[in-house]
């Protein structure tokens, strides 16, 4: 028995299985450092792949995404219109004329957030691609004595409109009622009256954006200046972008220590006659010299610090000068004239239909009786279409100063040699609804045909009237008021206005690139040019959350996936150290006493060795 070696008396249990840890640890764990090398090793495998895969996708897809964004926003004019997209915003306009008011429907897609850029208004159009409007007859202005009938005059109007529109976008709709000339010469309190009554019980049975300001009585200056609008936004006036070819001209904008003038495009000027009220519209310069009252200067654009959309217009309007006011101003003027001649030569001309009055502005032998029923006069047409414009010439008002119009309102130079101007209402309907000779404008064509017209017998003009020889909306009152109407314009356009006879840059329209344009565009182009801050602030917030979701779903998923690796990773070597550390501890409790020897520096202390 003593010689007997016992490898258990020289090794204890605990020490036994801490040296088996300790093996155990050698052979299957790595070393701290290969540890380190195994993360910088995947730290720059992780890097390489960021560099040569990850890295160049942001950027793009950035620019993909802002590419992607203005797609969306900027919604091409269609046929009709989409109501069920939730997208699509709406506005209404009633043009409360003199002989009639219309409803206009108006839709527009979310602002693309270029504060450069106009909100994309646009008529809507219905599934069979017609414009939605709907016009009623006569003027509210005839409700002069009855105002408590205003809000059911316009009631069908707006159910129209009401019709067409999403009713959960009715309470975000705006709604305008806007009333020019025929309002605009009734006395200050029938004008009040009915748009009381308009204000009170609209907002009872309609549930639009619809306040106290949003009716009103529109002055001919404001009138005009949504003309001008309307025109130039169509035609893309309004977008600066010059390098299309388009004539260009330099603007100094109004306000302001600006010493370099913008480049922009050369706007359109506006000539727009209607029933009772006449206006011209074109901007002008800087450096020329207009009355307050003469002009108008407004930014058209959401932000008052950004000058693309700032312009200088010369506005002039003329009550009493449309078609149907000129025509009484007429009949009167001939009424009294012709009263005081049968009167001082003891005549009977124009009381019996067998002596009638020739007037030379009606179409040939058409017989007409004119003034009230007390004061009828019996008159006769000629059809002379140059006598009709001479006796028409004083009713111009027009003075021998220079640089004046009618009435001697002052009217800045025009270039027309680098110049172009669109006539709408009369201008249009003079040239097109009888004569057919809608768009480019020649001075000359128009009045041959003008006087071929007047001089046809009005038998015939009315044997063609009931064959549908004229366009479909030409009534019985334009056949008869053609020849009038058309030399009213002439004389307007030429010598009120000093267009020279050889001016080829006006079209007359109705339609332009195939959308109506009518004042009412403008009208909810400058009232809602603010409406564009709303949509940017949005759009902000929404490409901040739309880059954020899609890099994250898109490129932050490689970023995400590679984090995630260097997690693990990190994890097991922290893990594995700390497997080290409890193994050490582990071994330091099964020998105590040789913490003792290390701080000491004594050796290994001598085994008991049975023999």
Same mark, same amino acid.
């Given at each position: ?21 300790? /093996? ?5 764990? %790595? ?54 997209n939730p997208d699509l915003n709406y506005g209404l306009v009633v043009d409360c004329g003199s002989s009639g008011s219309r409803v206009y429907v108006y839709c527009w897609p979310r602002h693309n957030g270029d504060p450069h850029e106009l909100l994309n208004i646009r008529q809507m159009r219905d599934q069979n691609r017609k414009s939605v409007v709907m ?35 009715? /309470?975000?709709t705006p709604l305008y009622i806007l009333c020019t000339a025929g309002m605009r010469i009734l006395p200050q309190s029938q004008q009040e009256a009915i748009l009381e009554d308009l204000r009170t019980d609209i907002p009872v049975h309609f549930n639009f954006l619809f306040s106290d300001s949003h009716v009103e009585v529109i002055s001919g200056k404001q ?34 220590? =600006? ?40 930014? #058209? ?56 009055? #020739?007037? %030379?502005?009606? %179409? ?8 009230? %029923? ?28 220079? =640089? ?168 097991? /070597? ?34 008991? /060795?049975?023999?």
């Open positions: 028995m003593m010689g007997r070696f016992s490898f258990s008396c020289l090794f204890p249990a605990s020490w036994h299985f801490s040296m088996t840890s300790q /093996i155990l640890q050698r052979l299957l764990l %790595p070393s701290f450092r290969q540890l380190i090398f195994i993360g910088l090793l995947f730290l720059l495998l992780g890097a390489f792949y960021l560099v040569l895969v990850v890295g160049k996708l942001p950027t793009s897809w950035i620019k993909k995404e802002n590419h992607f964004h203005r797609h969306l926003a900027r919604v091409t004019d269609v046929d009709s219109t989409d109501a069920t016009k009623i007859k006569p003027g509210i202005s005839k409700l002069a004595q009855t105002p408590e009938k205003a809000s059911d005059y316009i009631y069908p109007l707006l159910s129209f409109a009401a019709e067409h529109i999403p009713k959960n976008k009715h /309470i975000e009138e005009g200046v949504y003309a001008w609008i309307g025109i130039n936004f169509v035609l893309g006036k309004f977008n600066h972008a010059h390098n299309d070819g388009e004539a260009v001209v330099e603007v100094n904008v109004p306000g302001g220590d =600006q010493q370099e003038a913008l480049v922009r495009k050369r706007t359109a000027g506006v000539l727009d006659m209607g029933g009772v009220s006449t206006q011209i519209a074109f901007e002008v310069p800087k450096t020329e010299e207009v009355a307050k009252n003469l002009l108008a200067e407004f930014n #058209l654009g959401c932000d008052a610090h950004r000058t693309d959309h700032v312009y200088r217009v010369y506005v002039a309007t003329f009550l009493g000068y449309g078609g149907n006011a000129a025509r009484q101003s007429y009949e009167e003027s001939i009424i009294k004239l012709t009263a005081t001649r049968n009167k001082l030569f003891g005549q009977h001309i124009g009381e019996m239909a067998e002596s009638p009055l #020739l007037d %030379p502005c009606l %179409p040939k032998d058409l017989l007409d009786q004119i003034g009230a %029923p007390e004061q009828k006069l019996h008159v006769l047409g000629t059809g002379d279409f140059d006598q009709c414009r001479r006796v028409l010439q004083p009713f111009l008002n027009r003075t021998n100063e220079t =640089q004046t119009s009618l009435s001697g309102i002052f009217q800045p130079a025009i270039d027309y040699n680098n110049s172009q101007f669109y006539g709408f209402s009369e201008f249009y309907y003079c040239t097109e609804d009888v004569l057919r000779m809608g768009g480019d404008y020649n001075a000359s064509k128009y009045a041959q045909a003008a006087k071929g017209y007047c001089a046809t017998q009005w038998k015939t003009l009315r044997e063609r009237f009931d064959s549908g020889l004229y366009a479909s909306h030409a009534d019985l009152h334009r056949l008869q008021y053609q020849c009038f109407k058309s030399a009213w314009m002439y004389e307007v356009l030429h010598t009120g206005f000093s267009f020279p006879s050889d001016y080829k840059n006006l079209k007359t329209a109705f339609l332009v690139y195939d959308k109506e344009v009518q004042w009412t565009l403008g009208a909810i182009l400058f009232r809602t040019r603010f409406l564009p801050l709303r949509d940017i602030q949005q759009e902000s917030l929404k490409g901040v959350h739309a880059h954020w979701r899609h890099s994250f779903s898109f490129v932050n998923n490689h970023y995400l996936l590679l984090v995630c690796f260097f997690i693990v990773v990190l994890s097991i /070597i922290l893990y594995v150290l700390r497997l080290r550390r409890i193994h050490r501890r582990a071994a330091q409790r099964c020998s105590p006493s040789s913490v003792p020897w290390l701080e000491e520096g004594l050796g290994s202390p001598t085994l008991p /060795i049975n023999l």
